[in-house]
């Protein structure tokens, strides 16, 4: 999700940013489809508008004739819905995981259409400056949203303070850790409220949105998990459209815009404190990634 990593399920839903649902009329003169011609509008649900890649993305699409609307939501479970109802042509806020729960729940058929960055998910702690340093024992708080917790969980195993049955899943719950197996005990918290409970546990995975609310920065992570690993693809940021939309040209050009602009690029690392590692994956890859996950939610 944009560097907010959902939090509703997630995400991608608490984030500290509660502006007003921006207006949302009848769908783009966009459409759907191939097609595509100069001055079109289209309308792309975000969560935090104000963050520094969307201004120059706007003036860029502007210079090829696309009038690109914000239209900005207030919390992580309004965009998809929003999105399926034809309210918005495009939305740009999570990740795959957090899209193939909301298919699987919803039946939907969002899909994505490009892809933006992956943010690496961070454990903190005010105790220790070293992961090595945790003793055998110590609590290790987590989210309680299912998609951060599984992401978060799978951090401490590549971290070494814990092991999990099924090996690391998107799915891994509490319920997956091995006990005998583990240096930490593990208790999951809301994730808003992780940095103020972050002095009472040995360390915190924090969801980005929330790091600085603790007083800290993302260089502070005394471990982090690695966006270049191919089970980290789950977890890439996307654009989604409806599947109808899939191959509209319009939408295909407003991806390339924002994967190839310098200055576009330039507001994704500041907005998220230089944290984001920007991608340009394939989307047979993304498609291919969504349909396995919401295939494992469904077996799960």
């Given amino acids: 999700m944009s560097r907010r990593t959902t939090s509703a399920l997630a995400a991608l839903a608490v984030v500290p940013l509660f502006v007003a649902l921006a207006g949302c009329a009848t769908s783009s003169d966009a459409g759907s489809g191939d097609g595509g011609s100069e001055n079109e509008t289209v309308k792309i ?17 502007a210079e090829e004739g696309i009038t690109v609307e914000l239209v900005d939501f207030g919390s992580y479970e309004q965009p998809n819905p929003a999105l399926t109802e034809g ?12 899209l193939a729960e909301y298919n ?17 998910l961070g454990l903190y ?47 891994s719950d ?16 809301e994730g808003a409220l992780i940095p103020t409970s972050l002095p009472d546990v040995a360390a915190a995975i924090i969801n980005n949105d929330f790091v ?11 471990a982090q998990d690695d966006p270049e690993d191919p089970s980290a693809l789950p977890y890439v940021n996307i654009f ?36 984001a590692v920007a991608l340009r994956t394939p989307v047979e890859d993304l498609v291919a990634s969504l ?4 295939k494992d939610a469904e077996e799960k």
């Fill in 45 to 61: 649900g975000v969560v935090g508008k104000g963050d520094a890649q969307w201004a120059p993305f706007v003036e860029a699409a």
């Fill in 87 to 98: 309210e918005i042509d495009l939305n740009q806020f999570q990740h795959i995981v957090y």
């Fill in 104 to 120: 699987n729940a919803s039946g939907s058929d969002l899909t994505p259409i490009g892809s933006t960055a992956i943010y690496p």
């Fill in 125 to 171: 702690s005010t105790k220790y400056d070293d992961v090595d340093d945790i003793k055998k024992g110590d609590t290790v708080a987590v989210p309680d949203d299912a998609s951060n917790q599984a992401r978060a969980l799978n951090v401490l195993q590549q971290a070494g303070l814990l092991e999990l049955k099924s090996g690391g899943t998107p799915y």
């Fill in 174 to 189: 509490l319920a997956d850790i091995d006990a005998d197996k583990s240096k930490v005990k593990v208790t999951a918290l």
């Fill in 212 to 222: 600085e609310d603790a007083g800290l920065t993302f260089d502070d992570a005394i």
């Fill in 240 to 275: 989604a459209a409806r599947a109808e939309d899939a191959d509209n040209e319009t939408y295909q050009k407003l991806v390339e815009i924002f994967q190839t602009n310098e200055d576009v690029q330039a507001g994704l690392l500041e907005s998220s404190g230089d944290t």
């Fill in 291 to 294: 349909e396995k996950v919401q």
